[in-house]
């Protein structure tokens, strides 16, 4: 098999959610792009960035919906967490009202997704040290409390977020290898392509439900 | 003994001894001539002379001669003194018949050697002449020989040629099985160089055909033709086939599927039938994927079927469009996948076309499940909602889809049907209003059919405030949905108050139009209605403050007065003498107006108390009073006027309008 961008064994489903304007879409925006987006409209409904990345040697396709903070869209992005492997959970350490509402976010989180779904906490905008509003160790112990990873990051300088990322990603494999995620089940936010021949995967599968099937 | 020796010696000294002598002779005779002379004349003492003049010891011939001849006798005898001669002789002939002997056999050899070089000689003079016999029978041969290599030369050059040329135009048996394949159908790498091969020769034929081996350009361009055709006709066999087994929710696009489809761009024909043969592939997949998220959900029921929420509309559509969106997102990548190494120029069309083909199946179970929301007529709020939702959505997939996909059509139906049904619901509300219309209530308030209404059209407005849809295009929704709300209920309070006096119907409009107000005026885009209601108001007030000043007046008995002072012109003489003018008259109704004066509030219309809003009542008791003002102003201006010929006027009007003024206000 050639090698190249098309090259890649597991595709995981991310999410990026929390508060408006805490820099979702910066964040999604460095990680692809490895740029700083210093006027980032706001998101209407959802957007989606892919990347691959590698994780234990295995060539990892993700595919990120940034959802809008925005209130008005609420009902909208709570339907994308369905068959997310991974939820990024963003607030701004110098907004605290930020902070505060991740309890309602992480409720979303858990009623929707899987329950192997890794989410993620960052902390964003950690560069604006001066207009701190959230320590670190505060975050850091609601993050253990709910069984979150933490870390702080910057999509302006880009420290941690590839971490965030790939962390995430890193998690994720874990629980395949471990046989916590089941593969096989659909919307685990995970796909894998099996490197065998495909011949025995296709009869073991059922028939095509006909286009005209309304059930 | 010296005469032996002399003759011992033989010939070679006799010689010598004369040469020497005559040697001497020519030497000396230049100097002693005479003395010469005289010697010679004597024999003897000449050859004494001679003999003394021989230097033996010099002479290494005669000595060696001697010294042989010192050996021949052992004894010296007279005997052999005497003999000496002959023995001498004797072994002079000796010596000489062993040389004559030595030289016979000399002979001998050299005459066989001469024999020898004879046949020597005439075997190369016979061997030379087969030679010359030979060469001349050979140098035919030699010539074809030589034209043969000339040929054969050629030949070899040809076959060089040939060589390069099958090289260059033709397949070799590796390319020509990599072409055919395996007996299993299965494609391998070396298939596309081959291919490129064919392409190759078939282009370079033109090149042969511009020279004169047309035929063989022909020929070779018709093979390859042939080839081209059989190869593109088992690559898409086998991309056929391959396309048919990614129906998997994953798929597995191989670098060998991409090289397929990039040769297949060549054969338009081909290239739409494999693109079809994926989409077709792909969308049974999805159709499957959409059914499956509806029915069985994630793994162990998280996330749970999508079908568990359809008793909440807005949920369970949204949850439909979400996947619709993930999934619309994932297919296009595996297209932009398969065709990554396509470079046609329609390559971003093309991955529409497929897009749109392959979100084609998931239409009718969509359709059938978003008409059941619809039709189930779930209220008009709900359906404003679903109507914004559908059109978020629409705009989001429509940034993945070409213009004439079906699923675009069928969500821009379903939005076009939601947004009738909604219409059709707020239309039916309408006339129902207008059917059945209220009495107004004994407050004059504004009905409950109205506070209902407007209830509903501020919760529909207000899901337009958190509506996910573009500003512009809420905009146009808007003066829609206030046309069809606002309008019919106008109209219903127009019909309730047609029955009531000027007065009930002004102050019950008033609330009824303030109550419309007062829930527009929190959202956006209301202005113009704002505004034509604003107009609507004040209209009304203005009835309702005429009343108040005509109630005052009358309840003090100063309308007519006040209407005949209006009237009244300077030319038709003192107003004094017009009838019901006069001092008497004038004087007690003035002083009902004071009692007025005392207490204002109890002159208030009962309509001015039932104006809910505060501001508006307030508003209209002023400007009555103020009109109040107005015509006690004109009374005392004529009163006061000495042309109207009253009699001490101030003794009428006591106050002056300022003071008036000053009460009331």
Redesign the interface.
């Known amino acids: 098999m050639a090698s190249g961008p098309y090259n890649y064994s597991y595709i995981f489903k991310y999410i990026i959610i929390g508060d408006m304007g805490v820099g979702k879409s910066c964040l999604l925006h460095q990680f692809t792009e490895k740029k700083f987006m210093a006027d980032c409209p706001h998101t209407i409904g959802v957007e989606f960035g892919t990347r691959i990345i590698e994780v234990s040697g295995q060539k990892i396709k993700l595919q990120i919906w940034d959802t809008a903070g925005q209130e008005r869209f609420r009902a909208v992005t709570r339907s994308y967490y369905r068959g997310a492997a991974g939820a990024l959970m963003v607030y701004d350490i110098t907004r605290r009202s930020t902070y505060n509402h991740l309890s309602s976010w992480l409720t979303d989180a858990r009623n929707l997704t899987n329950p192997n779904t890794v989410i993620f906490l960052i902390g964003n905008k950690c560069d604006l040290e001066a207009q701190r509003d959230v320590t670190y160790e505060e975050a850091k112990q609601f993050a253990e409390e709910n069984g979150l990873l933490f870390l702080e990051a910057s999509a302006k300088t880009g420290e941690h977020v590839e971490e965030a990322f790939l962390d995430t990603a890193k998690k994720i494999y874990q629980n395949i290898q471990d046989g916590s995620l089941d593969l096989n089940a659909a919307e685990s936010g995970v796909q894998h392509k099996p490197a065998a021949p495909r011949g025995n995967q296709l009869n073991t599968d059922q028939p095509p439900n006909k286009e005209g099937c309304p059930c | 003994m010296s005469a032996g020796t002399a003759t011992g010696t033989g010939y070679g000294l006799h010689a010598d001894v004369s040469s020497a002598s005559e040697h001497e002779s020519a030497a000396v005779g230049q100097h002693e001539t005479a003395q010469e002379n005289v010697q010679s004349a004597n024999p003897l003492s000449r050859k004494l002379n001679k003999i003394l003049d021989i230097r033996l010891e010099n002479d290494k011939d005669i000595l060696e001669a001697l010294k042989v001849l010192s050996a021949f006798f052992s004894q010296n005898t007279l005997r052999s003194r005497r003999n000496l001669r002959g023995d001498i002789e004797r072994r002079s002939l000796a010596i000489s018949e062993d040389f004559a002997e030595a030289f016979e056999k000399v002979k001998g050899g050299l005459d066989s050697i001469h024999s020898d070089v004879e046949s020597m000689r005439s075997s190369c003079q016979e061997m030379t002449g087969r030679l010359k016999a030979a060469r001349e029978q050979t140098s035919d041969l030699i010539s074809k020989t030589t034209d043969l290599h000339k040929e054969s030369q050629q030949l070899d050059m040809r076959a060089n040629v040939t060589d390069a040329f099958l090289e260059k135009f033709q397949l070799t048996t590796n390319e020509v099985m990599a072409l055919r394949g395996p007996r299993n159908g299965q494609l391998l790498q070396e298939f596309f160089a081959a291919l490129e091969r064919v392409k190759q020769i078939h282009n370079d034929c033109k090149i042969l055909l511009r020279t004169n081996q047309q035929t063989a350009g022909l020929e070779i361009m018709e093979s390859m033709a042939l080839h081209e055709e059989t190869a593109y006709e088992r690559l898409y066999r086998w991309i056929q086939g391959e396309c048919r087994?990614l129906?998997?929710?994953?798929?597995?696009?191989?670098?060998l599927h991409?090289e397929a489809v990039a040769a297949l761009q060549d054969r338009t024909v081909l290239f739409r039938y494999t693109l079809d043969e994926f989409g077709t592939a792909r969308?049974?997949?999805m159709?499957?994927?959409f059914?499956?998220?509806?029915?069985?959900?994630?793994?162990?029921g998280?996330?749970r079927p999508?079908e568990l929420h359809c008793h909440e509309p807005?949920?369970y559509v949204?949850?439909m469009?979400?996947?619709l969106?993930?999934t619309t997102?994932?297919e296009k990548?595996h297209i932009q996948?398969f065709l990554?190494l396509a470079t046609s120029q329609s390559r971003n069309s093309d991955i529409e076309d497929v897009l749109g083909h392959i979100t084609?199946?998931?239409?009718?179970?969509l359709k059938?499940r978003v008409e059941q929301v619809i039709v189930a007529d779930p209220g008009p709020v709900l359906l404003y909602r679903l109507t914004n939702?559908l059109k978020?959505y629409t705009h989001?997939i429509s940034q993945f889809l070409g213009k004439e996909a079906m699923l675009l059509s069928c969500l821009e139906e379903q939005q076009e049907l939601c947004q009738k049904v909604f219409f059709n619901a707020l239309t039916v509300l309408a006339s129902k209003l207008v059917d059945k219309v209220e009495l107004p209530p004994a407050d004059l308030g504004p009905t409950p059919t109205l506070t209902q209404n407007l209830a509903l059209l501020r919760e529909i407005l207000m899901s337009h405030?958190?509506?996910?849809v573009?500003l512009d295009a809420r905009h146009s929704d808007f003066v829609k949905i206030l046309g069809c709300v606002l309008d019919p209920l106008l109209q219903m309070c127009s019909l309730s108050a047609s029955r009531l006096n000027p007065c009930d119907m002004a102050a019950y409009m008033i609330n009824c139009l303030y109550a419309m107000q007062s829930c527009l005026a929190l959202y956006e885009f209301t202005d113009q209605r704002l505004e034509m209601i604003a107009a609507q108001i004040s209209a009304h007030q203005d009835t309702l403050v005429n009343e108040q000043a005509s109630y005052v007046l009358s309840t003090v008995s100063l309308i007519q007065v006040y209407s005949i002072a209006q009237q009244h012109k300077p030319s038709e003489g003192p107003l004094s003498l017009v009838h019901g003018m006069d001092t008497t008259a004038l004087r007690s109704a003035m002083v009902r107006f004071d009692t007025y004066l005392s207490s204002p509030d109890s002159s208030i219309l009962s309509q001015c108390h039932l104006i809910n809003s505060p501001v508006l009542r307030e508003e209209i008791t002023k400007r009555g009073t103020e009109l109040v003002c107005g015509a006690y102003q004109l009374l005392f201006d004529s009163i006061t006027n000495p042309a109207n010929g009253y009699q001490e006027p101030k003794s009428i009007v006591i106050r002056t309008p300022d003071q008036v003024r000053a009460l009331l206000l």
Not at chain 2, 247 to 255: F, K, R
Not at chain 2, 293 to 298: E, K, M
């Open positions: 087994g129906t998997g929710d994953t798929v597995e696009i191989s670098a991409c969308r049974s997949a159709v499957r994927g059914i499956e998220a509806l029915t069985r959900g994630g793994p162990g998280t996330p999508i807005l949920r949204g949850d469009f979400a996947w969106h993930q997102a994932s990548e996948g990554r084609e199946g998931v239409c009718r179970p059938v939702l978020f989001t405030d958190s509506s996910v573009p």
